[in-house]
């Protein structure tokens, strides 16, 4: 589909070829200035930290088409399933190898009953969901946690803090954790069989799930509430200040975070649990930011129908997702110096109006293209580069949701271009995130001044931090069994119709051999559907030859490129 506004290459400013050509001096390559447009300098001597492996992880919801029909089929279904779970979700699944699954919500999980959903299923109560719908409860906590044995993920469950009392949450850890069989008791009395662990065992699972990763409430200062940090923080010690774990380890408990770069939400929640001294049950704050569009032409802007103007805004306003993470993590500071609270991206991804649902009745699935493409390159470099904050972050949703990476109607089903990107940056999983400086010409973002969306979770804070978008971004990372000589360095080039030939350095090393992937296509609206599931889809980038241990690489327009990259 061409755009809707004739392309134009951006023109390069005069002030940001000068910034870039002093960046170039400054590393001492100008030489070369002539054949690159850009440059990046690696510096492996520069950690940041071990990347996470659960910052790729995951989230589903009963809402829409996410649980039933997404993930949850029946076993009854011709559609190929183990166990009632759809086989391709769980195919997927692994072959991002996700880290963690998180559920039952998002907004669901303030209104959801976990007991409602396990027992034999023919007595399961129907009950209302928080998204209009009748839930039959035919996916509950044991179809939840077959799904991860499934892919050989974490779960991550968020505990219900509006509508069910604290005794709830902790009979919820009970019956999860509690170990199988005769347990101590007591010095003097004789073992008993723990009931909550007794229950599990009848509903088929004797061993217990072991589940460490638990969202205290979900948004609680909207869906969830509508608290103020000071009220949250009350709940939170109630629900928090006894709770069984039964692991090795103390459970890893997580408060809710702001909306977007709200830092007053956290710098007085942290100021109201740190007002008590028993704080010890805190191990991570939650932040969801979504990315709207401004409503420049269409309401927060359309999955499918944008022009060029709409395309930057919308990287631009995915970018500052770096803002939100350090803005936060400084606000946090202030009465956790030594940063031993990690920030818990639950939920990100770029949400748009209504339009290009799979059908009415999957509320909030939308249509996913190279864009979406280009925003999560963007989000998780941005990720990596802050592998010293960021310990978990769950794409918002994985099937038929806001940013998925699949999208499913009864057989039909497809990968989207950012399940693509999820697989292109395995090589940075659990590799050791060093420092890296891009120089490249910037781009001014058209609808900066457009005003800031309303809901969505998207807020923003101030409109200056959407005035630029950097021409190429990207991260770098060492693998740490390659001997200090394998590196993968991930790289973004928004720029709709303009290649960047870029040279690659790396401070105090040579590279000797590269090779890599990309993701591009002919049209940033390309995107995959049922009919055409292998229309955008990566290739292998051409790499040239390094010449005098640096590299002269041509990043496509509008693409995602990861090189992995050989030292001598
Ligand atoms: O992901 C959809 C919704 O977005 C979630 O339920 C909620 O947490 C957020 O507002």
């Known amino acids: 589909?061409?755009?809707?506004?004739?392309?134009?290459?951006?023109f390069l400013k005069a002030s940001t070829l000068a910034a870039a050509a002093t960046a170039l001096r400054g590393t001492g390559t100008l030489a070369q200035a002539t054949e690159a447009e850009a440059h990046i300098e690696i510096l492996p001597g520069e950690p940041i930290a071990t990347i996470s492996p659960e910052v790729y992880s995951h989230f589903i919801e009963h809402l829409g088409g996410v649980i039933y029909d997404g993930v949850?089929?029946?076993e009854d279904s011709k559609i190929p399933n183990q166990n009632g779970i759809r086989k391709a979700f769980i195919?997927?699944?692994?072959?991002?190898?996700?880290?963690?699954?998180?559920?039952?919500?998002?907004?669901?999980?303030?209104?959801?009953?976990?007991?409602?959903?396990?027992?034999?299923?023919?007595?399961?109560p129907a009950r209302a969901g928080f998204w209009n719908q009748q839930d039959s409860n035919q996916y509950g906590l044991h179809e939840f946690m077959r799904t991860c044995r499934a892919i050989g993920c974490k779960p991550y469950l968020a505990a219900?803090?509006?509508?069910?009392p604290a005794r709830d949450f902790y009979q919820f850890v009970e019956y999860c954790n509690a170990p199988a069989g005769d347990v101590p008791s007591n010095s003097s009395a004789p073992a008993v069989h723990n009931g909550f662990a007794a229950q599990?065992?009848?509903?088929?699972?004797?061993?217990p799930f072991s589940v460490d990763l638990w969202g205290v409430g979900n948004e609680s200062w909207g869906c969830g509430g509508n608290m103020t940090p000071e009220e949250y923080a009350a709940e939170y010690r109630r629900f928090?200040?006894?709770?069984?774990?039964?692991?090795?380890?103390p459970l890893r408990l997580v408060a809710v975070g702001p909306n977007g770069d709200d830092v007053d939400w956290t710098s007085r929640l942290f100021r109201a649990l740190h007002a008590n001294p028993e704080r010890r049950h805190l191990w991570g704050l939650s932040v969801h930011y979504y990315t709207s569009g401004s409503p420049s032409k269409f309401a927060a802007g359309d999955a499918l129908q944008f022009n060029e103007a709409d395309f930057y805004d919308l990287l631009t306003r995915g970018s500052i997702m770096e803002r939100v993470i350090t803005d936060h993590w400084n606000a946090m500071g202030a009465t956790d110096a030594n940063h031993s609270i990690k920030l818990v991206v639950d939920e990100w991804g770029a949400w748009y109006g209504k339009g290009t649902e799979l059908a009415p009745q999957y509320n909030l699935s939308q249509q996913s293209t190279m864009r979406d493409a280009l925003l999560t390159g963007i989000t998780l470099d941005i990720f990596q580069r802050h592998a010293d904050k960021v310990a978990v972050a769950n794409v918002a949703q994985s099937i038929n949701c806001i940013h998925s990476l699949m999208l499913a109607q009864e057989d039909?089903?497809?990968?989207?271009?950012t399940f693509h990107v999820f697989q292109m940056y395995?090589?940075?999983?659990?590799?050791?995130?060093?420092?890296?400086?891009?120089?490249?010409?910037t781009i001014t973002n058209p609808l900066a001044n457009a005003p800031i969306p309303v809901g969505g979770n998207s807020y923003i804070g101030s409109l200056d931090a959407v005035k630029t978008l950097a021409g190429l971004s990207g991260s770098a990372s060492l693998a740490i069994n390659g001997g200090g000589k394998q590196l993968t360095l991930s790289v973004v080039n928004p720029h709709i119709d303009r290649t960047i030939t870029t040279e690659v350095t790396v401070r105090g090393a040579s590279i000797s051999s590269v090779k890599g992937v990309v993701l591009a296509s002919r049209d940033v609206h390309d995107h995959n559907d049922f009919t055409h599931p292998n229309a955008v889809k990566p290739t292998s980038a051409t790499t040239a030859q390094p010449t005098g241990g640096r590299l002269l690489h041509t990043f496509p327009a509008a693409s995602v490129t990861t090189l992995q990259i050989t030292l001598s």
């Open 240 to 249: 928090t200040a006894w709770t069984p774990s039964y692991g090795k380890e």
């Open 412 to 417: 039909k089903f497809t990968v989207t271009p």
């Open 72 to 74: 949850w089929v029946g």
């Open 91 to 124: 195919d997927t699944m692994r072959a991002v190898r996700a880290p963690v699954l998180r559920w039952p919500g998002g907004c669901f999980a303030d209104s959801y009953d976990w007991r409602d959903g396990i027992g034999p299923r023919d007595r399961r």
């Open 1 to 10: 589909m061409p755009l809707s506004q004739p392309t134009r290459r951006f």
């Open 200 to 207: 599990r065992a009848a509903n088929g699972d004797s061993a």
């Open 426 to 441: 395995l090589p940075h999983r659990g590799a050791q995130a060093v420092r890296a400086e891009f120089a490249a010409p």
């Open 160 to 164: 219900n803090v509006r509508t069910l």
